[in-house]
């Protein structure tokens, strides 16, 4: 009797500790009870990412893992004609209903490049936390956010493009690779926007 007691409380011992187990396998999101990774796949990027195939592999450098990835595209108010000055694209990027990237483009006009990385920047970060890289006008980016002003319509003093990119929820990369994927985000983004707003002026950027 006393044997059959013994092993009862062992066996229901057990079962308790694997449903501590379980129950803190599911509470950290752990496998089995781990979501399923999504997928960023090329033919489901926003267009206005430019080149889909490099936009993809740059957002997979740059969000974190979700179970699912959505995007909302939209050019808002395209350039109609040579005496359009105006311009407006944006790109949202979520995964689990959170926001991850937002890139937009835009036509404006601003006396120094200065000026504009200033606007674009501190929202976000000081603009001593950016760097510049080689691009348009001026291009400067950092972990977070990355952006050019790239010359669009040739007559004097004619207006630009500013495409910007922000990261809203870091991935698992370093802060070297995280300024890297969104670069090559923000180039792509630029040259679609330099084609698809009719600019006539040298767009100054180069393909990532």
Known sequence: MASTRTKSLLVGGA???LC??????YALGLPPFKDKKGEIKAAEVCRT???SS???AALKRVVPDRSDYAFQDAVTDPRRDDM????SASCFVNGDGKLLVVVTAEMAQYDEADAWAKDVVEDNRPVSSVRPFSAGDKAIASDRVAAIYL???ARASGPHLSVVAHLKQPG?????????????????????????AKCDAPSKVTPS
């Open 54 to 56: 490099s936009s993809a």
């Open 15 to 17: 079962a308790l500790l």
């Open 172 to 196: 698992g990369a370093d802060d070297d690779q995280l300024r890297k994927g969104l670069i090559s985000l923000v180039r792509n983004t630029a040259l679609y926007a330099h084609q698809n």
């Open 49 to 51: 990412l430019g080149s």
């Open 151 to 153: 010359p669009c319509v």
């Open 84 to 87: 359009d000055s105006t311009y």
């Open 20 to 25: 501590f187990a379980a129950g803190a396998l």
